[in-house]
């Protein structure tokens, strides 16, 4: 069976995160993608020389050209700027914006059956647009956001409670941004929901507030500490489990951006629910009954993603 072509589009501190994990995992050969000359190749060959210490059998080669993700099965897209200290993700949308349609153009031209995943911010509004510039189907383009807040908040949890991060589930859904939604009665440490570990004492309401804050405010915490970009190891983790599930068919259930058609009473917006990716890409949204306090934070995070998605169609009439 020929080995899985997986296209990484931007070679900086994700790419490059992202083409050592699948190297690791052996999930297809690699090809590395970025304007800067000499950083996919350099990455690409550095990345192909621990291949005999780890054993891993995988291709990596670095381009500059769109030709190189021809045929690519898998395409995730870091391409673009991160922000400093003191920039919100959603100063980085003009910029970025131009990127992405730099970006699916070469997907159209190049990869249009590849399933695409967008890491670029600001997450829901780039992955929005990508969709557009792309022409792809919806269900082959999604956004990484939730798997990486769902991550921060079950280690937030794990870490506090001193358990195993293995048997905390959890769940961060709505845009990417400080008012993104991490679902507390949905969420378990070993099958408990969190309302009820908080009745039995295990966790103070004040230390759940506190975890539901931090990993709200989680990005901007490690863009404070590095100070020169943004987090990167957790973000390319993240992604490359929904790789995996796409490739594998492994139907795994993971909150992504994903364009929605009528579920939570929006139709074609991006926003962060919780999906099964399989071979056919996004195969089914789930819909989850909130509460009141629920629906009016998911209501308050989608309103910020379509007010982005409304300054892209501003920038980019083509968009509209
Ligand atoms: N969705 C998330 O959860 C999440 C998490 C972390 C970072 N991010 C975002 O991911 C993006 C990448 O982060 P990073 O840390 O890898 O940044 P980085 O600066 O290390 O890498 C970005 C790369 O994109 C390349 N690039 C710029 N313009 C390009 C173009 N037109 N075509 C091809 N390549 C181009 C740059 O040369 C650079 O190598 C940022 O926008 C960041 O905010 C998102
Ligand atoms: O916070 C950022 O700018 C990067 C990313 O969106 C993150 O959540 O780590």
Known sequence: MARKKIALIG??????TLAHLAGLKELGDIVLFDI???IPQGKALDIAESSPVDGFDAKLSGANGYEAIAGADVIIVTAGVPRKPGMSRDDLLSINLGVMEQVGAGIKQYAPNAFVIC????????????????????????????????????????EALNVSVKDVHAMTLGGHGDDMVPLVRHSTVGGIPLPDLVKMGLLSQEKLDAIVERTRKGGGEIVALLKTGSAFYAPAASAIAMAESYLKDQKRI???????????????TYVGVPVVIGENGVERIFEI???????AMFAKSVASVSGLIEACKQ???SLA
């Open 315 to 317: 920038i980019k009439p």
């Open 289 to 295: 009954e909130f509460d009141e306090a629920e629906k």
């Open 119 to 158: 890491i670029t911010n600001p997450l829901d509004a780039m992955v929005w647009a990508l969709q557009k510039f792309s022409g792809l189907p919806a269900n082959k383009v999604v956004g990484m956001a939730g798997v990486l807040d769902s991550a921060r908040f079950r280690y937030f949890l794990a």
């Open 254 to 268: 993971l909150p992504v951006a994903a364009q929605l058609s009528g579920q939570y009473g929006l139709d074609g």
């Open 11 to 16: 070679s900086g501190q994700i790419g490059g």
């Open 36 to 38: 800067a000359e000499g």
